[in-house]
């Protein structure tokens, strides 16, 4: 089982839907870090969270420590978030990071 | 205001070979990492240079892989007798561990090896 589990693996939907993708993780964490993998490769940092919520535009991120989970949101989606979503943890203790798998999301028009 | 730059962005070699990637993080950046990404796979951590600390080299799958970073700054990755496994995209990120921003990483394009 991976230490990082991110669902779901591929998500569709049209342009203006609220869009959830969640990461459940099962170690220790100091931090929790959402990523976006634009298709030409590029990786951008949106968040990083080690407790309650952050908004950016129209991104939200949550985390419930207790739980070991946390959420990703984006709000009246756009064709321009279509992208691979990662998150990843670092493990208390270290200075290392631990990704999930990703999420491809496609948001059509 | 550059980011963190990488090179050479693509790299094509032959079984054997050894190879070196380079990174240069964001100015004043103490913190630096590899990553891989193999196709169709998630990112791997390989290695973290913070400062002058010695490196974490947890994450490196095999001895013939090692990095050096020179006065705290550029980095270079060495792949030694490189393996058709070894083809991926290696991605080198940077972070400023003092004032706000603390932690977030900033990533640079990667550099893809192909591994003939």
């Known amino acids: 089982k991976n230490e990082v589990e991110q669902s779901p693996q591929n998500l569709t939907a049209q342009e203006g839907e609220f869009i959830t993708i969640n990461c459940s993780y099962s170690v220790g964490i100091s931090a929790l870090h959402w990523l976006q993998q634009h298709p030409g490769g590029g990786i951008v940092s949106l968040f990083m969270l080690s407790s309650g919520k952050k908004k950016h535009g129209r991104l939200i991120a949550t985390i419930n420590i207790q739980e070991k989970h946390s959420s990703l949101h984006i709000t009246a989606s756009h064709p321009r978030d279509s992208a691979v979503y990662i998150c990843a943890v670092r493990q208390r203790g270290t200075d290392k990071l631990i990704f999930g798998t990703g999420t491809r999301l496609q948001v059509f028009p | 205001g550059a980011g963190v730059s990488q090179s050479p962005s693509n790299k094509v070699t032959e079984k054997g070979k050894d190879v070196e990637l380079r990174c240069d993080p964001i100015s004043g950046h103490t913190a630096l990492y590899w990553y891989r990404q193999s196709l169709g796979q998630g990112l791997e951590f390989l290695i973290y240079f913070q400062g002058n600390s010695a490196p974490d080299k947890s994450g490196l799958p095999s001895d013939r892989f090692s990095a050096e970073r020179t006065g705290g700054s550029v980095s270079t990755l060495t792949i030694q007798r490189t393996q058709q496994e070894d083809s991926a995209v290696y991605l080198c990120?940077?972070?400023?561990?003092?004032?706000?921003?603390?932690?977030?990483?900033?990533f640079g394009p990667g550099t893809r090896l192909l591994v003939l």
């Open positions: 990120a940077s972070s400023n561990t003092r004032g706000l921003n603390q932690e977030t990483q900033y």
